[in-house]
């Protein structure tokens, strides 16, 4: 049985909302803020408030009203995944160790892949499994070193909540591709934000933490969030959140030119073999011929 060709538009999407995500780190580390909540609340908002003047600009207030009525439960579902991935991503780095994190966002293929198995029946070709056997052993390679850190039980759940949800939203919003997911991942960060408010110890941030935090609100969450919904929709699930992937492996090459910080020999051959992973097997992808849809 064959398999389908790759959607390259929807390929281009979810690597270039990986992309986007991929800077987060880079970011993260200009900001004073020490109150995991306070950055929680802040780039909620300005996710947000990008994401809704996008809509409005997309669809004007009567047509983006219709479009959160429109996504029902499926995009309340996607929502809450989001919110979940956001906040728990954010505050597990105040327990645990940013190598664990990432190892454990590698497992978001297999999730997904699984997911669409057992609940949708499917079908993941074998290469894919194979991409997916060789992205988790390039992180695995990436982390090693640090893998030794104090860590607790909390911030390890957390990082895995992390790719519990992300992989949950991957396999819905694949499923109801025909429900415009933008205002589901806006009700999300407004989740996000709500939620956070309940924990700040401090609103007040100073001007240059305001204008990071925006940065990491509007452009790293939203515009990622924007990216991803639109992809993801045109692609299986296992493969994208396998492109997905090129996040965690993209966040130390920005680090290492931004702030000077060379990338351990571990971080850079796990990078190497998960990105020739990708890039192999979305050639092979793109070498594969259309086929025809049974007919029911």
Not at 1 to 12: H, N, Q, T
Request: proline share 4%; aromatic share 10%.
């Amino acid at each position: 049985m064959e398999s389908k060709p790759l959607d390259v538009r929807g390929a281009w999407l979810v690597l270039g909302s990986a992309t986007v995500w991929s800077f987060g780190g880079a970011i993260a580390r200009f900001l004073s803020v020490t109150d995991s909540w306070t950055t929680v609340f802040w780039r909620s908002v300005f996710a947000s408030s990008f994401l809704l003047a996008f809509m409005l600009r997309q669809h004007g207030r009567l047509g983006t009203w219709r479009l959160f009525q429109a996504m029902g439960l499926a995009g309340v579902g996607v929502a809450l995944c989001f919110a979940t991935a956001s906040t728990s991503f954010v505050v597990a780095l105040a327990y645990t160790t940013v190598a664990n994190v990432l190892l454990l966002q590698a497992g978001v293929p297999l999730m997904a892949a699984l997911m669409g198995v057992v609940l949708f029946r499917e079908r993941v070709p074998r290469a894919t499994w194979i991409a997916i056997a060789a992205v988790i052993s390039g992180v695995a390679v990436m982390v090693s070193e640090s893998l030794g850190g104090n860590v607790s039980p909390v911030g390890d759940g957390l990082a895995l909540l992390v790719a519990l949800a992300f992989a949950t939203a991957t396999v819905i919003t694949r499923r109801h591709a025909h429900v415009a997911m933008m205002p589901a991942v806006c009700l999300g960060t407004l989740i996000a934000a709500c939620v956070s408010s309940t924990q700040v110890s401090q609103f007040a941030v100073g001007p240059m933490d305001a204008a990071l935090l925006f940065a990491f609100g509007a452009l790293n969450l939203g515009l990622g969030l924007a990216l991803f919904v639109t992809g993801v929709r045109l692609l299986p699930s296992a493969i994208a959140a396998l492109i997905g992937i090129a996040e965690p492996v993209l966040g130390p090459v920005w680090v290492w030119l931004i702030h000077r910080e060379v990338p351990s020999p571990s971080t850079l051959l796990g990078g190497a073999i998960v990105f020739f992973a990708l890039l192999a097997h979305i050639v092979w992808q793109l070498r594969q011929p259309a086929v025809e849809e049974p007919q029911a």
